[in-house]
């Protein structure tokens, strides 16, 4: 009992993402905005942590910056502890506009990192059929992505990314741009899919109660430049299902959060005016 | 009921096509009139005999031979060299620094003008003809794939980067297809053009080919083959275009709207 | 950007090469060198005759190109704002638009002579098809929400048109302008050359006829630079017209 306890929390606390003083500046007009700013974050193996911030605060920059799309001004960044220097496949991306290949059908754009990596020919199809179904996609195999609905064409790039089996997976507000009962149900069916895979997540959102629904720790960014305001840690039993979002400790997570980006949002807002 | 949607049909289509009529009714009564002459405005049955005449001569055969045989090697030549040209000036660096301004300064000046040169450079023949169709062929699909290569979607290439494609992959299986949308309408562009130059270069100074059917006739006050020639590559032209959309249709199957070429 | 200079290089290298295998004699008799071209020019310009050509075939662009354009951006507006217009006018363009309007040249000089107006109805012909066919489809992708808003706060008929589909459909017109300004000088080029007095296409023919091949030279620079600024002028009014519409996305071609 107490050597599978041990294996677990050796599990738990291997880092696998360390982030030290990362900076990044824009320059906007001519005028330079720091974006990020003496930045530090560690995420443990394994770990669902939901970064929310007040908007233009630097959490997407942050994400690309992970992504590799995007150089720092400082600082470093850590995978395993190999430092990134570009994009790679160890880190999935998922994009909020789902950044499907419209010529290409469900079944096409989910085999087409296999096709990138040069994955046996033989063991591509068994693959994309199998997150093909986890996703429940299988019947619209042959469809194309215009001929889908928004949530639809999220779980074709979630089972995408899912396909290629990188270390980490990286999430950029990827429900933003759905309806607000499509984006309860994709919520829950991450849930679901998480508790199968157990993948190390950084999810990107403005959604505080998608933060503290799917995430082990929600960071709350400060306004620019984006610093850690809290790091909370969210004591929710897992597997989460719907009726969690009723529970008192979720309203006292969601009121805790809320104050504090209500803080930055309104510091942001001064500072702009 | 069978009879009604026969009906209806009918209606519509009489809807759809009936202002065609209209203009070709206007010009059998403008021709009959005694208003003009009806030399210079022969009626639509005087045309018909005339185009029929240029096809059972073999003389429509011969000529439309010619004319397309030009039209479409120019125009093949400037497919090859403009998507090359446009996709080296949108992927390597240099390329781009030595060329852009050659193609954005030199896209608005009128290369028609430029005939005369060629003639004397290469000959009164084919060529000169083909080398002008090339030039002015070359520029709006150059352009266009230099757009299309360059404005690829940003999410499209990073999601593509982030599963470890390599630059090769990147172009084949993201850049070109993302491209190929811009490329037809460049193509789309420059069809025209090549039909427009080759009639043009055929009117100015040749003895074969339908545009000097055209002036030929017309230099002879025989309006009526002029015009049946005319007709003849009109319908060229016609076909052309409905071939090129109903390809664009089957290579561009995932964009539903077909938007015109301006 | 200094970086973009060095596009300069080729062109500037041509020239030079150029100029020098003339100075040399290496060149064959219909490339005349840069030199003589300018000199040609200079003279042409002080005795008033290059002005004479250059006026006389902007006179018959301008009128051709003013009436075209009118008549094809109106007529595709409507046509697209209106039913029964639509229903006239679709049927004739879809059919008659891919034909090349060259073609009618000939018939053209002998509807309507030898002098400016066959010109002016080539030109007003060649480009009131792509002037329509912006305008059209510019007028059909109005945006359904501002006409239904300015319906709700009450506009009329008319003030949606003006105020609601001419403006929305301007960024179309203006691709139309520009591929109709593109393909006037064409035509003015070609009839000139077929048949003129006066004008730059009749003078590169001319000279080309009496070998006076520095002649020649000096009426296609003009009429490229001619057409170049034409050109310019024209995405300069748009970018000025269009300054709103245009924030925030890529400058179109050029």
Known sequence: MSEILDAATAIQLSPALVVKSLVKTFSRQGRAVQALDDFNLTVHEGEFVAIVGPSGCGKSTFLHMLGGFEPSNGGTIELDAKPITGPGPDRGMLFQDYALYPWRTVYGNIIWPLEVQHVPKAERAAIVERFMSLVGLTHFRDHYPAELSGGMKQRVALARVLAFDPKILLMDEPFGALDAQNRELMQEELSRIWDRTRKTVIFVTHDIDEAIYLADRVIVFTARPGRIKQDVKIELPRPRGPDIRKSPEYTQYRNLIWDLLREEVMRAREEYN | MANQTVGHKALDLIRRTYSIFVVLAAWEIVSHSGWVSPRLTPGIEKIAVEFWGLVTSGDLLFHGRITLQRAFIGFGLAIFGGIALGTLMARIRWFDILFEPLFSFGYPVPKISLYPVFIFVFGFGDLSKIMLIFLECLYPITVHTYYGMKSAERVLVWASRNMGANSQQLFWRVLVPSAAPTIFSGLRIAVPVALIVTIITEIIGESKGLGYIVSFSAAQFEYGRSLAAMFSIGVVGFVIDRLLIALRKHIIFWQKDSMPIV | ?254
């Not at chain 3, 003279?43 to 075939?57: D, F, N, Q, T, V």
């Open chain 3, 1 to 254: 950007m200094p970086v973009r200079l060095i596009g300069l290089i080729p062109p500037l290298a041509l020239v030079i090469i150029w100029e020098l295998c003339g100075q040399y004699h290496m060149l064959p008799r219909y490339l005349v060198p840069p030199s003589l071209i300018v000199s040609t020019t200079w003279r042409m310009l002080l005795s008033g005759e290059l002005i004479g050509h250059i006026g006389a075939s902007m006179f018959r662009i301008a009128m051709g190109f003013l009436i075209g354009s009118i008549c094809g951006t109106a007529a595709g507006l409507i046509s697209g704002s209106v039913r029964p217009v639509e229903r006239f006018y679709e049927p004739l363009i879809s059919l008659t638009y891919p034909v090349p309007k060259t073609a009618a040249l000939p018939i053209i000089f002998a509807w309507f002579g030898l002098g400016d107006a066959a010109k002016i109805v080539a030109i007003t012909l060649s480009i009131f098809y792509p002037c329509y066919i912006a305008a059209y489809y510019g007028a059909k992708s109005v945006a359904g929400i501002h006409i239904w808003s300015a319906r709700n706060m009450g506009a009329t008929r008319l003030q949606i048109f003006f105020r609601i589909v001419l403006p929305s459909a301007l960024p179309q017109i203006f691709n139309g302008l520009r591929i109709a300004i593109g393909l006037s000088f064409i035509v003015m080029v070609t009839s000139e050359l077929i048949a003129a007095q006066k004008g730059l296409g009749y003078l590169v023919g001319a000279a080309e006829d009496n070998m006076r091949f520095d002649i020649m030279w000096v009426a296609v620079v003009t009429i490229g630079i001619i057409g170049f600024c034409a050109d310019r002028i024209l995405l300069m009014i748009r970018s000025r017209v269009l300054m709103g519409q245009l924030l925030g996305k890529d400058q179109a071609h050029g």
